[in-house]
């Protein structure tokens, strides 16, 4: 169960990455039904840390407390300068005692010089990609995706995808709920997975994207229909091939892929606080039979139906 979480503060750390840490993990949100985590923020040396936009972060305490924590969170800090050997150690540690390891942008690298990502999938800011994969050539760096997990080592691209990738380890380990409290208070989505790409080519939407804003809404709120492409362009007044092509340039993923990803969010979301059998929440998502909605949960979440509900169900919780 994830409890004790230690973020470490690093000299000429990005005040934005370490403040998206220190937001998901260190805020109580018990007053709204959500998760409270024993969190600290450490360093290799107490005391004034500075940050790469001048001003200090005071620090208290040392790396003690993250020898034991449950997740170890490393911010984005300076490109290609090799991190405190006793930071590194820290990490190594971690992930040999199967502890969480969380990356946001640049933390990467840090990830990188304590050798934690050879043999592993990773990413950071699409900025420094390239250079990651000069310096850790034993990792292989996607480019195009939000975060990668791999093992319990999650490393986040740039900037805002760190909020993405730590709702994704607060779901993974207390369930789709907990996530949504949490985003709900942080007013962001709690539904973006790892592999929506970090280029959405419209940042921002220009007036015609009130047309995707209602279609996904529609089928939000008709998972259970069978929902083609066709179906959907139709609902947007556009052709099958631009409706495909526009709705990837402006949510980073395809219709499909994000439908999937939803059913499989409102399928969490009824094995947690219903009663209905694996059959019936399958139908309501629009999954249509249980082995589909198994195949579905193994594919991204690595559990069954009947395992996330025995981990996060009423039963659970009671």
């Known amino acids: 169960m994830l409890q004790t979480i230690a973020c470490i503060a ?14 998901v993990f260190g805020i109580d949100r018990r007053e709204h039904g959500g998760p409270t985590f024993d969190f600290h923020v450490v360093a290799a040396d107490p005391g004034p840390i500075p940050t790469k936009l001048g001003f200090d972060v005071v620090v208290k305490e040392g790396l003690e407390f993250a020898y034991e924590a449950d997740l170890v969170a490393v911010p984005a800090s300076l490109v290609g300068s090799p991190a405190d050997e006793r930071v590194l150690d820290v990490i190594r540690h971690a992930v040999d005692r199967g502890a969480w390891v969380l990356s946001v942008c640049s933390g990467a690298f840090t990830l990188g010089y304590a050798g934690v990502l050879d043999g592993r999938r990773s990413t950071t800011h699409w900025m420094y990609t390239d250079r990651m994969a000069e310096l850790f050539p034993k990792t292989d760096v996607d480019p195009d995706v939000l975060f ?20 994704h380890i607060v779901r993974t380990e207390l369930g789709a709920s907990a996530a949504n409290i949490v985003a709900r208070r942080m007013v962001v989505p709690p539904q973006r997975d790892g592999g929506q790409s970090q280029f959405i080519q419209t940042p921002v939407p220009e007036c015609q994207s009130d047309s995707f804003a209602k279609v996904t809404e529609w089928m939000l ?91 996060f169900g009423l039963r659970a919780a009671s």
């Not at 690093?10 to 370490?18: D, G, I, K, N």
């Not at 990668?148 to 709702?167: C, E, H, S």
């Not at 609902?235 to 495909?244: H, Y």
């Not at 892929?257 to 399958?282: D, I, M, P």
């Open 10 to 23: 690093l000299p000429q750390m990005a005040p934005f990455e370490f403040g998206v840490i220190c937001e």
């Open 148 to 167: 990668v997990q791999d093992g319990k080592v999650v490393t986040g691209a740039g900037t805002a995808a760190g909020i993405d990738a730590a709702l």
């Open 221 to 311: 709120e008709h998972l259970d229909h069978d929902l083609t492409v066709d179906l959907l362009a139709r609902k947007a007044l556009m052709s099958p091939r631009t409706f495909a092509r526009r709705f990837r340039a402006e949510t980073g993923t395809t219709p499909n892929a994000w439908l999937n990803r939803q059913r499989l969010l409102r399928a969490q979301q009824l094995l947690e606080e219903t009663s209905l059998s694996l059959e019936e929440v399958a139908r309501e998502t629009g999954f249509g039979a249980a082995a589909v909605m198994r195949h579905h949960f193994l594919k991204v979440l690595q559990t069954t139906p009947t395992q996330y509900r025995r981990l």
